[in-house]
């Protein structure tokens, strides 16, 4: 007997737990992974107010080893090596450990998990290592504009509150030598981490009575204790008040609103607002503020929130124009949140955010379903209409009676302070005045993907340019992948280009369409992953879009495309990051017009990979890729040319210094890639403990194999606070070299089990239709045929250490060229790119 479909709306289920501990159960269907998040009710807010930063400082500790499984076998080496995910993070009032498992796996993670958060070590000299990469982050956060912004608007608070003070923790807010701060270290976690102050969230397959045996076999326990109240005063923020940040990057204007005493519902009233305020559709604020030449993007974040209390902050990204106008911005924007709490449609809204909800859930994967239920009040298909309408008409009703806190972001010289224990540029400043201006706001037109399909067309056949993977025959997420080779790709295009799809990317990702549009090496590339149903639809828009934006858009889109100046606040390995896929792209310093859009399409060829798509779906999907520009190409492409050689390319000389250091594969031989895999693999958790671990060299430190445009290869990324980017790169040698001996010394023991532990893990990304779907296509941009992910793991499981040797030796000598992106010049023997 078949079981049941899955209802991704229904909100969690009730979950009996031993020990008196709070649990819920978000039923998936079989074969899928499994995640558990696991909730602590307690965070930065919750710390001795003399040792800022204890509560973030413990959440490291905890991942270095318990009572039952030191750090060599912990859960982030666990799950790094099951090729599963693992995340944690302090708030204000909670602090939340995550991790996504393979199923089978479930019951070991949760395991290690459970023994980390009750029986930690927390070693003295660990804590004294962990202290400098708490250095590392607290200096990183220190250049990012989203830190700086909260603690500037901390200081405005009129009395005492946490969320003014500092947590972020540092080397003199943690003296770990000292007896009394590890007396207030224990007595946190002895307090605040036990069964009533936590609550456990698992997405699995696996029916309740099967987990509920499960975490009965689970030998550790978190101890009983009751749950701790607490109350916060009152936020107190100067209303009114205006104040000025020197930051880099692009002007920003933040309007800051204090809430207090909302009522059940107020989550989901936040949300539905986030999505009426940032909307991009044709009429809405965001859309009025960009004709008006005044602003890129809008944004809703709430910096602080806990028991009906917040701070809401409402972001804009200026322009020049847009930052002479402030004032008739905040005005605006208190205008429009006017027109929605009296004239909007209430119906209508809800409607919409209720569809768009079901169209998001419908497509989570377990570790996004955990995270999105982990939160109280979110949005169920049990929540109450006429709650969220109360809880929204007092969110507004308080937004609208004091003016907002008002905090604008520029390059503009101001004099130093210090604030919540980060070093800010910050003054205050007279709110300038603004001339009247009628408005007259409108409420957008409905989002017709909200709304139930059109009947299909008649079926017909695929494009043979579009290879088709298994096909659904139910409901169900789906990807779409697309990649044209240009004859030619004039600069700044591809960005305009994109900045003008916005309003339909973003009507696409409100009803659950997540996108990519992508510029790489020869062309660009559009990623569409969503409900499969959908997808057809979303394609045949975006085609004629594509081939023909509108014209305006297009051209102011092309005047303001972001310079390096539009990387300002953000942390230099991010930035590097987004830029990866661009490595390979050529520059030019002749600008674009519009009117280049049509000789860049001039004889381009197109081709592409769909999953998951019903057959259903097939005369729509014909008539959307009829539509694209190019023309299809008919067979197999050619793969890419190796790129042999030292190649770099200097990124903007700002902040930290920063590396990414890319090694393509040399071949694209299936055995190739599986040795390469696995010395990824073997390499990950080493690479990390040596350089962030022993040396210290800073907070972002990573190793993996990675598929970038085509490329396949292992990419190391690393941020220091304290070493030069040519320190760091000559650390990345040295861990190179370092694994040649010991690579010929390990036991065959221990290296069968590391490959056996990345066959189970490519098999199970094989049994996932999303992640087959990325790496087909990778497959297919490399010149591969899509039965080449098979032929991967078959070479694997014949792989001999003599060539895993081999191919070390072929990574250390740059046999497949090595690339790197950093924030200084090269070093001698590299070229620029």
């Not at 690393?718 to 010394?745: C, I, K, M, T, Y």
């Not at 087959?772 to 039965?787: I, N, V, Y």
Request: proline residues 9%; hydrophobic residues 45%; charged residues 25%.
């Amino acid at each position: 007997m078949r079981p049941p479909p899955i209802d991704p709306v229904r909100p969690p289920l009730p979950l009996a737990l031993p020990g008196g501990q709070r649990g819920r159960l978000i039923a998936l269907p079989p074969g899928s992974r499994a995640a558990a998040l696991l909730r602590v009710g307690a965070g930065s807010h919750d710390e001795p107010a003399e040792y800022p930063g204890l509560a973030h400082f413990l959440e490291h500790l905890l991942f270095l080893g318990s009572r039952a499984y030191p750090q060599a076998r912990s859960l982030m080496a666990f799950v790094r090596g099951c090729g599963g995910r693992l995340n944690a993070s302090t708030r204000e009032r909670h602090t939340d450990f995550l991790f996504e498992v393979p199923a089978d796996l479930l019951g070991e993670a949760l395991g290690r998990l459970l023994d980390m958060l009750a029986r930690p070590l927390l070693d003295i000299d660990a804590q004294l290592a962990e202290r400098e990469v708490l250095q590392a982050e607290f200096q990183a956060r220190g250049a990012e504009r989203e830190t700086l912004c909260d603690a500037a608007l901390g200081t405005a608070l009129a009395a005492p509150h946490p969320f003014g003070a500092f947590h972020a923790g540092n080397r003199a807010t943690l003296p770990v030598e000292r007896p009394a701060f590890q007396r207030a270290l224990r007595e946190h976690h002895r307090r605040f981490y036990q069964a009533g102050q936590s609550e456990l969230l698992l997405a699995a397959p696996q029916r309740p009575a099967a987990l509920a045996d499960l975490l009965r076999a689970t030998e550790c326990r978190l101890a009983r204790a009751p749950w701790v109240e607490r109350r916060p005063p009152p936020l107190g923020l100067t209303a009114g008040r205006w104040l000025r940040l020197q930051s880099d990057g692009r002007p920003r204007l933040e309007l800051a609103f204090a809430v207090e005493h909302l009522p059940a519902g107020g989550e989901a009233a936040l949300d539905l607002l986030a999505d009426r305020l940032t909307g991009e559709a044709p009429g809405g604020l965001a859309s009025r503020l960009r004709e008006a030449g005044w602003c890129e993007a809008i944004d809703l974040r709430t910096p602080y929130r806990f028991a009906g209390q917040g701070l809401v902050a409402i972001g804009l990204e200026l322009t020049e124009t847009g930052l002479s106008a402030r004032a008739a911005l905040v005005e605006a924007v208190c205008d429009w949140l006017r027109f929605f709490a009296e004239a909007a449609d209430w119906h209508r809204c809800w409607d919409e955010y209720r569809r768009s909800r079901q169209r998001q859930l419908s497509c989570l994967g377990p570790l996004e379903r955990v995270r999105y239920w982990a939160e109280p009040g979110a949005w169920s298909a049990a929540t109450a209409e006429a709650a969220v309408r109360q809880a929204l008409s007092a969110l507004l009703g308080q937004m609208r009676r004091l003016r907002p806190l008002v905090l604008t972001c520029d390059r503009r010289p101001c004099e130093p302070r210090q604030a919540g224990g980060f070093p800010l540029r910050l003054d205050g400043e007279v709110p300038p005045r603004a001339e009247p201006r009628r408005w007259r706001w409108r409420q957008p037109e409905p989002n017709p993907w909200l709304r139930p399909a059109p009947a299909a067309l008649p079926a017909a056949a695929i494009d043979p340019a579009l290879r088709c993977l298994e096909r659904g025959d139910t409901p169900g997420p789906g990807a779409l992948f697309l990649r044209w080779r240009l004859a030619e790709t004039p600069p700044g295009l591809w960005r305009a280009l994109g900045a003008a799809l916005r309003p339909t990317l973003w009507a696409a990702r409100q009803a659950g369409v997540e996108s990519r549009f992508e510029d790489g090496e020869g062309g660009w590339s559009l990623q569409l992953h969503g409900p499969a149903d959908l997808l057809p639809q979303v394609l045949g828009a975006l085609a004629g879009l594509l081939r023909a934006p509108p014209r305006a858009a297009l051209a102011e889109a092309l005047r303001r495309q972001a310079d390096e100046a539009g990387d300002g606040g953000e942390m230099p390995i991010r930035r590097l990051l987004r830029r990866l896929p661009q490595f390979w792209t050529a520059e030019s310093a002749a600008a674009s017009r519009p009117q280049d859009l049509a000789r860049a399409w001039h004889g381009a060829r197109w081709d592409g990979l769909a999953a998951g798509l019903p057959a259903a779906s097939s005369g729509r999907l014909q008539a959307a890729l009829a539509r694209l520009p190019g023309q299809p190409v008919r067979g197999d492409s050619a793969g890419l040319a190796p790129d042999a050689g030292l190649r770099w390319w200097q990124a903007a000389d700002s902040g930290e210094s920063a590396l990414l250091l890319f090694c393509p594969l040399p071949s694209s031989a299936p055995a190739t890639e599986a040795a390469w895999r696995l010395l990824a693999q073997l390499m990950e958790g080493a690479f990390y403990q040596r350089l962030r671990g022993e040396l210290q060299l800073g907070y972002a430190v990573s190793c993996s194999f990675r598929q970038v445009g085509g490329r396949s290869g292992i990419l190391f990324a690393v941020q220091s606070p304290s070493a030069s980017v040519g320190q760091l790169l000559a650390h990345v040698e040295a861990f190179l070299d370092e694994r040649q001996a010991w690579l010929q010394a390990l036991e065959a023991a221990p290296l069968a089990e590391e490959k056996a532990r990345l066959v189970a893990r490519l098999a199970d990304a094989a049994s996932s239709p999303h992640e087959l779907a990325e790496w087909a296509w990778q497959a297919r941009l490399a010149g591969r045929d899509t039965g080449h992910p098979e032929r991967v793991r078959a070479a694997l499981e014949r792989l001999r250490r003599d060539e895993a040797v081999r191919q070390l030796a072929a990574l250390r000598a740059a046999a497949g060229g090595w690339c790197a992106l950093a924030n200084a010049p090269p070093p001698p023997g590299w070229r620029r790119r």
